[in-house]
């Protein structure tokens, strides 16, 4: 399957998420024409008038407006003429009780861009999906830490949202979500491969971090995984011991976007899943990286010293994923903690937070 040159026009769902507007970002910057997808007709004006100012006008980026990813052939119109495809977007949900009125959605939407792209793609030759690490892990009944790859599937949470319905924890219900999605669209790509003319990679995160491009009014409203970044490094009452060491894998959401991008272009990503983790940490560690900074660039956020003799002890990684096919076949190299944290932070002091 040949790779997706520049020149060639992209369609991105879900265009105004904050992966998806640094995959705009470079596919533009790599000289690719974008049709961006977004829910609502206000959510252009942001998304239109960053990359305005970055020189990229109507000739460079187009919008569709996609209200309901669900819909059945919702995305028709919007595959028609375009290359390749980056499928970003995550249907809309809301005080959800029952876990399938989540996770239906999440398949639906992920496969029915697939069938879309097979009726009416005809120029479409690469699909990249959007999937997580969700995905991937699963319960390790073994000493920590537990060790994963892409030849690994969580077997587990769809079947504990099978035994406990609506008691389901909410991780477990989006873990199954995304888990079952990607399982969609693997088997649909494997019913039609004789039939159309694309074929299928997959990028799985781990939790995102790094400075952010979308649109967001401030710290209160920052997406879930930066949220979480922002609270455990700058929280109100001073983190413990014990806080600090809890681990976690992360990775920098332009590490993210670009695997993306990369594998449209690389010949050999089709058929392929990709995880995105640059490793894994403690919180101190993550602290300790800050502290190397040599100035804040966002002084109204002090960072604190945290406990040292915690990351210079012995650590305790709970999940480890191999993450050396995003290097061996896409040849990206990962951000350092370092600088993913300063990066965000000078983003933060330009928004003035």
Known sequence: MPAIPNGSKVLVTGANGYIAMWVVRFLLERGYTVRATVRTAEKITFVKDYFTKLGYGDDKLEFVVVDDIVEEGAFDEAVKGVDAIEHMASPFHNNVKDPQEFIRPAVQGTVG????????????????????????????????????????????????????????????????????????????????????????????????????????????????????????LFPKTPKTKEELSQSLTWVDVRDTALAHVVALEKPEAGGQRFIACAGSFIWQEYLDALNTLSTNPAPSHPIAKGFPEVSAGEKVYNVVYTSTKVKDVLGIDWTSMADSAKDTLVEFSKRGW
Do not use: M
């Open 113 to 232: 861009i697939l069938k879309s792209a097979s009726k009416y793609g005809q120029n479409v030759k690469r699909i990249v999906v959007t999937s997580s690490c969700a995905a991937i892990s699963t319960p390790w009944n073994k000493a920590p830490p537990a060790k994963f790859s892409e030849a690994d599937w969580n077997t587990n949470s769809p079947g504990v949202v099978e035994e406990l319905g609506d008691k389901t924890p909410p991780v477990e219900i989006y873990r199954a979500s995304k888990t079952l999605a990607e399982k969609g669209a693997w088997e649909f790509q494997e019913k039609v491969k004789s039939e159309v003319g694309w074929d299928l990679a997959v990028i799985n995160p781990t939790f995102v971090f790094g400075p952010p491009i979308h649109d967001i009014s401030s710290i209160s409203s920052l997406n879930t995984s930066l949220a979480l970044w922002y609270n455990n």
